[in-house]
């Protein structure tokens, strides 16, 4: 009990007025390359993943646990992932496939990418999951198809990808994108190999 202003507040369980006006944050990348690992003989892949980004920022924690990830304060926003590259002569579009899975959780709680070791675990979760880290939540979806554009091929293409949640997303999203050259060669690299940029607005 305490008559202190940061925590007398009779109506309501957070001693704070809610944020106004709050600036849209836009996320975005550089021009990369696709990071093949580039393994002669089998299977080549690379995967890119986002950061994780707290779609819900206007969110607070009645436990006062530490908030993690990059605030996007509107809720509607998308990832833009835009692919650059299709038409170069060495880009084998036959043998390439284009795939993601989403990562997310839904509480306030500390998000870490690889949770410590717990004295005592949680019931139900396991040892390695037990402070809430961002965790994979979708299968990977194939959307090769969206690559290839037939006789009208374009040089580049834009594909969205929307968090969970329809409009009101889940408080952590990642996304992460893989790519997988299916012949028996290290995936396109070089000055004419694929190269890509993200946004998220």
């Known amino acids: 009990m305490s008559r202190d202003e940061n925590y007398y507040n009779p109506n309501g369980t957070v001693p704070a007025p809610a944020g106004v006006n709050m600036p849209k944050a836009l996320w975005s990348t550089e021009l990369m390359n696709v990071p093949w690992v580039g393994v002669v003989g089998t299977t080549d892949t690379a995967i890119w993943k986002t950061p994780t980004f707290d779609m819900r920022p206007d969110l607070r924690s009645a436990q006062s646990m530490v908030k ?103 408080r952590y999203w990642a996304l992460e994108v893989i790519w997988i050259s299916i012949e028996s060669t290290a995936g396109p690299a070089g000055a004419n190999s694929l190269s890509f940029q993200a946004a998220m607005y």
């Open 68 to 170: 993690a990830g990059v605030p996007i304060w509107n809720p509607t926003s998308r990832l833009y992932l835009q692919i650059f590259g299709l038409t170069l002569v060495n880009t084998n579009m036959d043998t390439l496939r284009l795939g993601y899975r989403e990562f997310g959780n839904t509480t306030w709680g500390q998000v870490t990418q690889a949770a410590p070791n717990r004295a005592v675990a949680n019931s139900g979760v396991p040892n390695q999951v037990a402070r809430d880290p961002v965790v994979q939540v979708s299968s990977f979806v194939d959307i090769t198809n969206q690559l290839m554009l037939g006789t009208n091929q374009p040089p580049s293409v834009i594909i969205p990808f929307t968090p969970i949640g329809e409009g009101y997303p889940v």
